[in-house]
């Protein structure tokens, strides 16, 4: 008795190996998950230091200081992962796809201002957003280029890579104060305004 209740243990084992490719998860369609942008937060970045190479430092070379620009998302619409364990759980395993990730809102555009004069045309609280460039992968993009890219991202890609991901990094140092605050603007295309500043820094 034992050895029959052995061998169908066995076979059934066998046959799970063998079917683990054709096994239907009963996934249904993949859904629709929005979500939406409600806060933004920043750090100071120094690109001298190891990733994530955001610091508390008050002193940052100009030639290496950036913006560490994080969007804080809210989910619309949930879709829990379903798993199908099949016959054997340590055998076999299955999961459906989350689905297709939707921003509800586009990002128009990014500003960022000083809160001191930072030179002779650009005076305090004037946007100097054509300062910086984003980082994109390994190519230095402007803010206006980069944001015309980001919506060709796939949606699925967006999660996971929010707007700003690879950091935001300054071009041209300051020649009429070193020390700055930085204030991050973006505006989205149901007209929400998210706002952050950055600690005081000194631009050596």
């Known amino acids: 008795m034992i050895k029959k209740i052995f061998f169908v243990y066995?076979?059934?084992l066998t046959l799970q190996l063998f079917t683990a490719g054709c096994?239907?998860?009963?996934?249904?369609?993949?859904k629709d998950i929005?979500?939406?942008?409600?806060?933004?937060?920043?750090?100071?970045?120094d690109a001298a230091l190891p990733q994530p190479m955001t610091t508390d430092a008050n002193v940052i070379s100009s030639a290496n200081y950036g913006i560490h620009i994080g969007m804080q998302m809210r989910q619309l619409v949930l879709r829990k992962q379903?798993?199908?364990?099949?016959?054997?759980?340590?055998a076999q395993a299955c999961s459906c796809d989350e689905?297709?990730?939707?921003?509800?809102?586009?990002?128009?555009?990014?500003?960022?201002?000083?809160?001191?004069?930072?030179?002779?045309t650009h005076p305090k609280n004037t946007d100097l957003s054509l300062y910086f460039k984003v980082k994109n992968n390994q190519k230095m993009l402007s803010i206006v280029d980069y944001l015309k890219s980001y919506k060709t991202l796939p949606y699925a890609s967006?999660?996971?890579?929010?707007?700003?991901?690879?950091?935001?990094?300054?071009?041209?140092?300051?020649?009429?104060?070193?020390?700055?605050?930085?204030?991050?603007?973006?505006?989205?295309?149901?007209?929400?305004?998210?706002?952050?500043?950055?600690n005081e820094v000194e631009l050596s």
Do not use: M
């Open 82 to 90: 379903h798993i199908n364990w099949g016959l054997i759980q340590t």
């Open 158 to 198: 967006k999660p996971s890579k929010l707007a700003f991901y690879d950091n935001v990094f300054l071009q041209v140092a300051p020649s009429s104060n070193k020390k700055h605050k930085f204030r991050v603007k973006i505006t989205l295309s149901d007209g929400t305004i998210l706002t952050a500043e950055t």
């Open 10 to 12: 066995a076979l059934a």
């Open 23 to 30: 096994v239907d998860c009963n996934c249904g369609p993949v």
């Open 34 to 45: 929005y979500f939406t942008a409600f806060g933004v937060a920043v750090k100071n970045i």
């Open 99 to 120: 689905g297709n990730f939707i921003a509800k809102e586009d990002i128009l555009s990014l500003e960022i201002f000083s809160n001191n004069d930072f030179d002779a």
